[in-house]
């Protein structure tokens, strides 16, 4: 069918909403009543609904969030829920409605965009690029031996929550989300599960938190959010973990793409559970640049960016940094040459510029390549928050 007749529907009640619910229910089996709670979380107008003069074709969630790069906070739509009606799909509906989303988002001025692909080729051809890890790391302790670290783990409520998630804004590395009010529900206050919250309090003061899911899933001991400021807290949560060696087989949380790997104590290293790779979009290429944090360095980059869905990004820019501290102008000489579907992943640093010239997606001579490197390396970037 045509696309002329296709429109971008903002609902302003969640009854208007409920075809992206439905939606989600018929395609991912998704319960209808977490659905409806998650509009009324995040609010109906971070629903988008593509529709023609007959029905809903598509729909899609926007967690208007934030997410650190550099020890800075990039702002950040995170996408869920995109989802074709059945008997639409292959008319293209997915990728008009991803495009109009990422023009909205550069029109407001949102940095980047980030999302758990179900298909890399649908979300590339959006111009967006693999950028990052979720992994998720099991630790056996039903055969580790008894293990006791100091300190201990003290229950929090609800009316606690912020002060945890103070805690983990003081932890945020390089990729983690800044969580919004819906992903810290998620995280804290699960639909129709009940957690059970820890403050870990080494010497009196809080340098962690855990949430646990003590419900058996396979044998698994699910750790909903594990945060630890140093390696005192990193004791203390495996001790946590390993007395629950009698009733689970397993204990299942989602960390660093290296975490507890270098860990001294009775256990061996845990195994990757499970791993989720996930895109990210530069839809503000100035204020992406412009947000980052950097490391202390003084250079000059000239870019060239090609971006075929938002016209305003295409073009050059020079990249200024003294000490560190970025300025961005429009113009330059465009040395270092690029899709904006290459820039994320620099950006991330996931891939060096090297690296990204090897796979034949960037463009420059071995000087330029090595600055931007420097300029944009960090810690690997990885995410603990699923969507």
């Not at 018929?26 to 009543?33: G, K, L, R, T, V």
């Not at 302790?141 to 006791?148: A, D, H």
């Not at 200024?320 to 620099?346: C, E």
């Not at 950006?347 to 001579?365: Q, W, Y």
Request: charged share 25%; net charge negative.
């Amino acid at each position: 069918m045509s696309s002329d007749t296709w429109k971008i529907v903002i609902p302003e009640t969640v009854e208007q909403a409920q075809p992206e619910i439905d939606l989600c229910e018929q395609a991912f089996q998704s319960d209808p009543e977490g659905g409806r709670r998650t509009v009324e979380a995040n609010g109906p107008q971070w629903v988008r609904l593509l529709q023609d003069d007959h029905e809903t074709v598509a729909g899609l969630y926007i967690i208007d969030a934030g997410q650190w790069f550099g020890g800075q906070r990039v702002s950040c739509w995170g996408i869920c829920g995109v989802v074709t009606a059945t008997h639409r799909r292959g008319e293209g509906g997915a990728h008009y409605m991803m495009s109009q989303m990422v023009r909205e988002a550069h029109a407001k001025g949102v940095a980047l965009s980030t999302l758990y692909p179900a298909t890399v080729a649908l979300y590339r051809k959006s111009g967006y690029e693999l950028a990052g890890r979720n992994d998720r790391w099991a630790l056996p302790v039903r055969t580790l031996g008894s293990y006791k670290a100091p300190g201990k783990a003290v229950p929090f409520g609800e009316d606690e929550i912020d002060d945890a998630m103070a805690l983990y804004r003081k932890r945020a590395t390089h990729g983690n989300m800044d969580r919004n009010d819906l992903l810290t529900e998620w995280k804290t206050k699960p639909h129709k599960e009940v957690v059970y919250r820890y403050f870990l309090v080494v010497d009196g003061e809080r340098c962690g938190y855990m949430i646990i899911d003590k419900k058996r899933h396979g044998g698994k001991l699910l750790i909903r959010d594990l945060v630890t400021l140093n390696p005192a807290a990193k004791k203390l949560a495996v001790s946590v973990l390993i007395s629950h060696r009698t009733m689970y087989e397993k204990a299942v949380w989602a960390g660093s793409p290296h975490d507890l790997q270098l860990f001294e104590g009775p256990m061996f290293p845990p195994d990757r559970d499970y791993a989720e790779q996930w895109m990210m979009r530069i839809c503000h290429i100035e204020n992406a640049l412009t947000q980052r944090g950097y490391r202390n360095v003084t250079t000059e980059l000239h870019l060239q960016i090609d971006d075929d869905i938002i016209s305003e990004n295409a073009g050059r820019y020079v990249l200024s940094l003294r000490q560190g501290k970025p300025t961005v102008q429009r113009g330059g000489d465009g040395h270092i040459r690029m899709h904006v579907r290459s820039l994320a992943p620099l950006f991330s640093s996931l891939m060096t510029a090297e690296e990204l010239a090897g796979a034949g997606v960037l463009e420059g001579d071995a000087d330029q390549l090595a600055a931007l490197t420097l300029a944009f390396s960090g810690p690997q970037p990885w995410i603990a928050d699923s969507f």
